[in-house]
């Protein structure tokens, strides 16, 4: 599986958007990239997942580069209940065996008023 | 309400004295996994089941079994737990097809401390 690179922290004022990298130069053409987050130590939680086109949902958007080797977690209203570790995981699909072995250390997002 | 759940969400216990972590899941996914979380070292995946009776070892797999006897249930069993087993573990799930697969949902964890 690709690794993925994510800065450890970030934070960001309450209303304004929250722009979350991550760098992923090694993947391949059929690994989707996921984003995940958790709030304390409750179970992480699903957010976006996307392959080539840029995706949103009523959670985020997700931008990924044209080459793919990075792609970028928007919340475009953070609010105080987004302060959370994010996630950034990319695995193949396409395949049988486990789906997301390891979840890194994620960036810690601080959302403050 | 489509939901995985964990019990118990808190657990205590000895060394050696052999524990179960129940997962239920009721959303009919055919993919259930076990990771456990340590401060510094994210979550790591313990084991996982693509199917019924159909298991796998995950990335830390020594000192644990799992049965998937049931698509709904992936039991976490700890023959003889050590302190090193003390954790947070989470239980996930997931659809088997292509465009959902690692997709997960989460339970709410089980904290667990071997004395």
């Known amino acids: 599986d690709a690794k993925t690179t994510q800065p450890p922290s970030m934070d960001c004022a309450e209303g304004r958007a929250a722009n979350l990298p991550c760098n992923h130069s090694?993947?391949?053409?059929?690994?989707?990239v996921y984003w995940y987050r958790q709030i304390h130590s409750q179970g992480p939680q699903y957010i976006i997942h996307g392959l080539k086109n840029n995706e949103t949902n009523e959670m985020a958007s997700l931008i990924i580069t044209e080459d793919r080797k990075s792609s970028t977690l928007i919340l475009p209203h953070a609010t105080l209940r987004d302060t959370a570790v994010y996630y950034c995981?990319?695995?193949?699909?396409?395949?049988?065996?486990?789906?997301?072995?390891?979840f890194g250390r994620g960036t810690s997002l601080i959302v403050h008023p | 309400e489509a939901q995985v759940t964990q019990n118990p969400r808190y657990l205590i216990t000895v060394t050696g004295k052999k524990l179960t972590v129940t997962c239920s899941q009721n959303m009919n996914h055919e993919y259930m996994s076990w990771y456990r979380q340590d401060p510094g070292l994210g979550l790591r995946q313990i084991y996982y089941s693509m199917n019924v009776e159909v298991t796998d070892k995950g990335d830390v797999p020594e000192g644990y079994k799992v049965s998937r006897k049931e698509k709904r249930n992936f039991p976490l069993i700890l023959e003889s737990p050590s302190p090193n087993q003390t954790s947070l573990y989470f239980c996930?799930?997931?659809?088997?097809?292509?465009?959902?697969?690692?997709?997960?949902?989460f339970g709410s964890g089980t904290q667990l401390s071997v004395l």
């Open positions: 995981i990319v695995r193949v699909t396409s395949s049988g065996g486990s789906y997301i072995p390891t």
């Open positions: 090694t993947i391949s053409g059929n690994e989707y």
């Open positions: 996930a799930s997931s659809l088997e097809r292509n465009r959902d697969k690692g997709k997960l949902f």
